[in-house]
Nanobody
């Protein structure tokens, strides 16, 4: 069974940090671009960050709202992509999802995870 599982979410105070993980089973992540997305209550899903496959150039992109605070990385040996989040703000509160992408920014998605809740208290 192919699935992505996000973990690492939780409750954190404003200014704190969390590291989210996106681990795959039944699927090797190495050939894929991987995106992180989030959806807050009453809002549309938004892209947070994306990392190209290691076989391309492994480049990364970030939404303006998280640039300088979040870092995406991948460990293909562990079949996992990470999202390190620092200086968290209340507006970062959302369910965070990861997904395979044909190419970052194309909107062509494959497998999605079930999401992990991040709550930032002010």
């Amino acid at each position: 069974q192919v699935q992505l599982v996000e973990s690492g979410g939780g409750l954190v105070q404003s200014g704190g940090s969390l590291r989210l993980s996106c681990t795959a089973s039944g699927l090797f992540l190495a050939p894929y671009d991987i995106g992180w997305f989030r959806q807050a209550p009453g809002k549309e899903r938004e892209g947070v960050s994306c990392i190209r496959s290691s076989s391309s150039d492994g480049s990364t992109t970030y939404a303006d709202s998280v640039t300088g605070r979040f870092t995406i990385s991948r460990d293909d040996a562990r079949n996992t992509v990470y999202l390190q989040m620092h200086a968290l703000k209340a507006e970062d509160t959302a369910i965070y999802y990861c997904a395979t992408e044909r190419r970052c920014g194309w909107g062509d998605y494959g497998t999605w995870g079930q999401g992990t809740q991040v709550t930032v208290s002010s």
